[in-house]
């Protein structure tokens, strides 16, 4: 260990303090990993400096090209997804973004499910049009409705499982194949499935290899699992892939911050637990609702009747703790809000798989191009509340419809 050098003189005292000498022992282990944080990383020489390269994961250049934290988050993330490269960003949204950026060029054309995660939509809407990026949407419960989209512009197909808000869960297999077949890049929205309800890697294991390219996945849901942090990843297995993602991302500057990486790393080792109970509890509730006169519908992937639920048992061993309810039309969209204003555990507030159940009354009509449902709909995402207690609530703001 460094000798410690006599009291510095006042003068130097600042100095002192930053280049103290000490160094703690090697070897600490905890369960948890430790926290680097850094935006400047140190080079023992010029040498050491111009060798580095910051496209490899075998040292270190810059805090936003990854730190110990961060490579040890995007190799847990890899290993969750099925996948070989990940890269994190800081929210699902950017993730989406990063592929767009990485995949498109002026003159291309990407395709997206007309039941994508909204904002994925309106990015396509707003800045693609701007850069010149044509966009069209599918739909994603009809697989020639996909072929017929493809056209000789198209790059990049997006894929979503289940629909979100209104959760048709689609022949995803069949949607790669047919990508695939006309050779275009496919990239799932993988938030739902978390790497857990199905590999989106290893999408018909009894038939043979089929894989998506990519798979971004929201890290706010969860893998964070907290409702507190927001972040994004995107895994690939293909080398060349991840390098072009890779190169996008250094460019746009999209970082993560130590502390979210730290939570998102602390929480990990409970996700399949997590995923397990609110899956358990979201289809109690699912059932309990498919049982009440005041709704049409319950859509649940995993809920025989709801659509794709064939599709869904074909390709998943479990689903997310999230679905939706279809009111009946005698019930106006203000009977609905007053519904929903009366849960007490269920608050309002968008996202998914935290710990607090969270409900969020959507009007179909205006989030679709051709809108399947037209009454009121109604999203809960069940948190880790019991479920009794879930379902109680329900039915004590149910006496707000008729008033
Ligand atoms: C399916 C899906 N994808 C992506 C996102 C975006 O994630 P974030 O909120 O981290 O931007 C969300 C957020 O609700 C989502 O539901």
Same mark, same amino acid.
């Given at each position: 260990?460094?000798?410690?050098?006599?009291? @510095?003189?006042?003068?130097?005292?600042?100095?002192a303090l930053i280049h103290d000498p000490?160094?703690?022992?090697?070897? *600490?282990?905890? &369960?948890?990993? $430790?926290?680097?944080?850094?935006?400047?990383?140190?080079?023992?020489?010029?040498?050491? !400096?111009?060798?580095?390269?910051?496209?490899?994961?075998?040292?270190?250049?810059?805090?936003?090209?990854?730190? @110990?934290?961060?490579?040890?988050?995007?190799?847990?993330?890899?290993? =969750?997804?099925? +996948?070989?490269?990940?890269?994190?960003? &800081?929210?699902?949204?950017?993730?989406?973004?990063?592929?767009?950026?990485?995949?498109?060029?002026?003159?291309?054309?990407?395709?997206?499910?007309?039941?994508? #995660?909204?904002?994925s939509k309106e990015l396509a809407r707003?800045?693609?049009?701007?850069?010149?990026?044509?966009?069209?949407?599918?739909?994603? !419960?009809?697989?020639?409705?996909?072929?017929?989209?493809?056209?000789?512009?198209?790059?990049?197909?997006?894929?979503?499982? @289940?629909?979100?808000?209104?959760?048709?869960?689609?022949?995803?297999?069949?949607?790669?194949?047919?990508?695939?077949?006309? +050779?275009?890049?496919?990239?799932?929205?993988?938030?739902?499935?978390?790497?857990?309800?199905?590999?989106?890697?290893?999408?018909?294991?009894?038939?043979?290899?089929?894989?998506?390219?990519?798979?971004?996945?929201?890290?706010?849901? #969860? &893998?964070?699992?907290?409702?507190?942090?927001?972040? $994004?990843?995107?895994?690939?297995?293909?080398?060349?892939?991840?390098?072009?993602?890779?190169?996008?991302?250094?460019?746009?500057?999209?970082?993560?911050?130590?502390?979210?990486?730290?939570?998102?790393?602390?929480?990990?080792?409970?996700?399949?637990?997590? #995923?397990?109970?609110?899956?358990?509890a979201a289809r109690a509730l699912a059932?309990?609702?498919?049982?009440?006169?005041?709704?049409?519908?319950?859509?649940?992937?995993?809920?025989?009747?709801?659509? $794709?639920?064939?599709? %869904?048992?074909?390709?998943?061993?479990?689903?997310?703790?999230?679905?939706?309810?279809?009111?009946?039309?005698?019930?106006?969209?203000?009977?609905?809000?007053?519904?929903?204003?009366?849960?007490?555990?269920?608050?309002? $507030?968008?996202? %998914?798989?935290?710990?607090?159940?969270?409900?969020?009354?959507?009007?179909?009509?205006?989030?679709?191009?051709? @809108?399947? %449902?037209?009454? &009121?709909?109604?999203? *809960?995402?069940?948190?880790?509340?019991?479920?009794?207690? =879930?379902?109680?609530?329900?039915?004590?703001?149910?006496?707000?419809?008729?008033?």
């Amino acid at each position: 260990m460094a000798k410690r050098p006599a009291s @510095p003189a006042k003068a130097s005292l600042s100095t002192a303090l930053i280049h103290d000498p000490y160094q703690p022992p090697p070897g *600490f282990a905890a &369960p948890q990993p $430790g926290v680097h944080k850094a935006s400047t990383v140190i080079f023992r020489n010029t040498a050491a !400096m111009r060798a580095r390269n910051w496209k490899e994961k075998a040292g270190y250049t810059y805090g936003l090209h990854g730190t @110990p934290t961060t490579f040890t988050l995007e190799e847990r993330i890899a290993t =969750l997804e099925g +996948g070989t490269h990940t890269l994190l960003l &800081p929210s699902g949204l950017a993730a989406i973004a990063l592929v767009d950026a990485a995949l498109l060029k002026s003159g291309d054309e990407v395709l997206l499910p007309d039941n994508a #995660y909204g904002p994925s939509k309106e990015l396509a809407r707003h800045e693609l049009r701007d850069w010149g990026i044509a966009h069209r949407f599918y739909d994603a !419960m009809d697989p020639q409705s996909l072929a017929d989209a493809i056209g000789p512009a198209t790059r990049l197909v997006w894929l979503e499982a @289940p629909g979100s808000v209104t959760m048709e869960f689609p022949d995803l297999p069949a949607l790669v194949r047919i990508a695939q077949s006309r +050779g275009v890049t496919t990239a799932l929205d993988n938030t739902w499935g978390a790497g857990i309800a199905f590999s989106a890697f290893d999408l018909t294991p009894a038939v043979g290899p089929l894989a998506v390219d990519m798979s971004m996945h929201a890290l706010t849901k #969860y &893998p964070s699992g907290g409702g507190d942090v927001l972040m $994004g990843a995107v895994t690939t297995r293909d080398e060349a892939l991840h390098a072009r993602l890779k190169l996008t991302h250094m460019h746009m500057g999209w970082g993560v911050g130590a502390n979210d990486a730290e939570f998102v790393l602390r929480s990990l080792p409970t996700l399949p637990i997590r #995923y397990e109970a609110q899956d358990r509890a979201a289809r109690a509730l699912a059932e309990w609702w498919s049982q009440r006169p005041e709704v049409t519908q319950v859509l649940h992937p995993a809920t025989p009747g709801s659509p $794709g639920h064939e599709h %869904w048992r074909a390709l998943c061993t479990s689903a997310a703790g999230l679905f939706s309810i279809v009111f009946d039309e005698r019930f106006s969209p203000a009977q609905v809000d007053a519904f929903v204003d009366a849960l007490k555990l269920f608050k309002i $507030g968008y996202s %998914w798989a935290g710990p607090v159940s969270l409900v969020v009354p959507y009007d179909v009509a205006t989030m679709r191009v051709v @809108p399947a %449902w037209r009454a &009121p709909l109604v999203r *809960f995402s069940v948190g880790l509340e019991a479920v009794s207690d =879930l379902i109680a609530d329900c039915e004590q703001a149910l006496r707000a419809l008729a008033r």
